[in-house]
DNA sequence: ATGGGGGCCTGCCGGC
DNA sequence: TGCCGGCAGGCCCCCA
């Protein structure tokens, strides 16, 4: 998504920002419109699952799209040919508008989206910033650090590694995914994995996050790209959603199972994960 | 202190 | 056709 929005909003003034209603998952901040009305986004950066638009005003706009959210652009693109604006939709509720005519409308049916408004510096201290773990892809995810924040951990792999202060932004699909991958039940406690066995995940999650990203994310249902188009990761799922089919695993006879974990399914190989 | 389950919302799909 | 249950990409909060 950020990459999508990146051409339209980095260095672009929002002339016009509306807000359609007074919360999502939580209130907006005061006068949100107002305080981005006539602001420049300086960078646009992503922190685990969170958009984070630094603005000149000082503040950061912070973005979630929750399970169901949406940003659909429109109009001028930044070496792209002009698409129309859409007709308005429900759950359109915040809509930006750019000097240079684009559009961003976020929409989200469900509402467990988010949007607040930061102190740019000290953003890190923002309740939803502090307590997340490394970003996976980048230097501090390593096998170390991995092994360490399993050490003793009663909880399955898989609560584990969803868990964001652990490491922070995998959802469902790409634990589902690594684990498989990986060789390594989604049932077996954390604590439990031999070191090697660990170590070896931190490539697998790294792998299977680039080839998404690769790929523009993973588009289920409603959930688009940041450009409206949408992504192919969801075809080279080879555990997730898929449930009953053959275990994709050469030589492999088991189907893959469905288990609910902690309210979330948890899709598996019961023979080539352990 | 840690881990599991409930709850927040709406929409869609399949079964009856 | 309509109604109902189940399910969905996330994550905070409460309770044991």
Redesign the pocket.
Known sequence: MRRGLLPVLEGARIAKAAVNRPDL?WPFPENMAERLTGATVTALRRR???ILADLDTGETLLI?????GRMLISGNQVGQFHHAHPAPE??DHVVIETDEGARIIFND????GAMDLLETATQNAHW?IRDLGPEPLGNAFHETHLIAAFKG????VK??L???RIVAG????YVCEALWRAGISPLRH??RIGAPRVAALVPIIRDVLAEAIEAG????????QANGEL?YFQHTFRV?GREGEACQTPECAEKIR?K??????SFYCPACQR
């Open positions: 998952r685990s699952k969170y979630h799209l929750g399970m169901s429900k759950h049916a469900r509402r467990f939803l951990k009663r909880s399955p609560s584990a969803l868990d964001q995998l959802g469902n699909i954390a604590g994310g993973s588009s289920l249902r409603d959930h688009r992504g997730y469905r609910v974990q902690s309210g979330r399914s």
